[in-house]
C-alpha cells in the first residue's frame, strides 16, 4: 500500500520523539529528518510543517565527499485524496521535488511556480511571480491574473474575448482558472510524478496534467491530456521568466522560424494607460531588427529592455525541425533556461514582453522585467474564435488550431530545464540531442559549450526515462 501524506502539522510528541536511525540531509535550505519508523518534514519558516505517513522502504545511506548524509533509498509512492498543500505567494499549492529541482503547483489554475533548479547549490530560480501575489486585490479579477506565476497550460490559449459557436471561455481556458483535482503525488529514487485532473464545464471533457522530475537532471516534464473533447480548439503554454533588473544582462534565442510578426493591432491603448512601442502588423525575419513605430528596429534578443512598455510578437516555427527550442542565457549568473517543444503538436512562439508597461491595476507599472516564452497553436493571443476561423498566419499554410477527437486523446508534452554554463558562454546559438537523445548539447556565439541530461523522447512517446 502506499504511505499516506497528512496534512497535519507534527504533534508536540512526535516533534521531541527520540530518533532511531536518524538521516540529516540540508535540502534547499530546509532541514529533513528521516526515521525508519515515519518521516517527518521540517521547514524554514517560510514553509509549513508536514508529516509523511509510516510506510517506507528499507532506507540506504550515502555519504558525499564533505561527509553529508544523502538519502539514496526509495520510497513508496505516497498520496491522500487532496495531496498535502501548502499555501505559497498566497496561493494552495502542492509541493514536488527532486534531489536537484523543487517546484509548486497551484490548486487554482495549475500554475507552476515557484520553481527552484539546482536547488542544493545555486539555487536558480528563472520564473515570474507577479507583485501582487501576497496582496489584497480585487475579487473580480480572473483567477488566472490574481495567482499569475511560472508556467501553464491554456485550453482555450488567449483573451477569449468574442464567444464561439455559444462558448464564451475565460482568459486562457478553464485549465488556467479552474480548480485542479488532486490524483496522486508518486516518488521513488528516480522521479516523482504529480498527476492532477480537471473536468471541463464549458466545452465539457477531461484534462489530465502531469509534471515530473527526474533525480540528477534540472529539468521539468509536463504532460497535458486531453479527452473527450470534440471540435476545433487552440491551446498553449505559458512560462513566463523573471529578469535580474540589469539591462541587456541576458540573450533570448529560438531554433529557426519560418515567420514572424508583431501583433496586429495595437497591443496597449494610451487611453486605457498602457502602452507599447513595436509597429503592429510589422513582418520580421530576425529577432534583432524588430520594426519599432519610430521607424527605428528594436533588438528583441536582449533583455531587460523598452521599460516602459508591453509588447507581443509572434514566431513560427520550422515545422521540419526534430524539435523546437528556446533558450535565455544569463552570462552572470552561469545558466541556461531553455523550453523544448514538438513544433508539430505547438507550431508557434509568442513572446509576450512585459516591463511596466500597464499603469492600470493591478499592474499598476510594476510588472517589469518579464518576459513570457510560450508555446502554443494558436492566432497570437487573440483566443479560440479568432484562431479557428481563417486568419492571416493560417492562410499561409500554419496550424492555428488543432480537431479533438473525443475518442483520440490529444497529448501535448513539454519541457523546460536549466543548464550550467561556463565562463564565455554568452548566448545560444544551437540545440542539438546526443546520439543517444538523453542530453542535449548547447553551443554559444562565442564557441562556448555546455549540456544538460534531458530525455528527448518524452516529446514524442510515453516516458521511458
Known sequence: MASRVSCNPPTAQEQTEPATALLSAGLAGHHETMYQSNLMYKASTALPRSQVGSSLRAITVLRDKSGAAVYTGSMKPTSTAQGTKRIVYGQPSWRLTSADVEAFVTEMGGQLGPVTFDRRVRKFQPYSVAPWAEEPVDRSLPPIIRALRGDFFCLPFGGNARPFRGEKHPVHGETANARWQFESLETNDRRTCLHLSLQTKIRPGRVDKQIWLVNRQNVIYSRHVVTGMRGHMNLGHHAMLKFPDLPDCASVTTSHFVYGQVFPQAFELPEKRGYSCLKPGAEFRSLEKVPTLTGETADLTRYPARRGFEDLVMLVSDPEAPFAWTAVAFPQE???????????????????????????????????????????????????????????????????????????PLVVSYLMGVAKIPVGFDRVISIRASSNRRAILLQSASGRYAHAPVHLDFLRSEPTW
Not at 339 to 359: C, M, Q, Y
Not at 384 to 403: D, H, I, Q, W
Request: hydrophobic share 35%.
Open 334 to 408: 552561469r545558466y541556461v533556461w531553455f523550453a523544448l517543444k514538438d513544433p508539430r503538436v505547438l507550431p508557434e512562439t509568442v513572446f509576450w514582453i512585459s516591463n511596466g508597461g500597464r499603469h492600470y491595476p493591478p499592474w499598476n507599472g510594476r510588472h517589469i522585467n518579464v518576459m513570457g516564452l510560450e508555446e502554443v497553436c494558436s492566432y497570437f493571443h487573440h483566443g479560440l474564435a479568432e484562431s479557428v476561423r481563417p486568419n492571416p498566419v493560417s492562410a499561409k499554410g500554419f496550424a492555428t488550431c488543432v480537431a479533438l477527437n473525443p475518442r483520440k
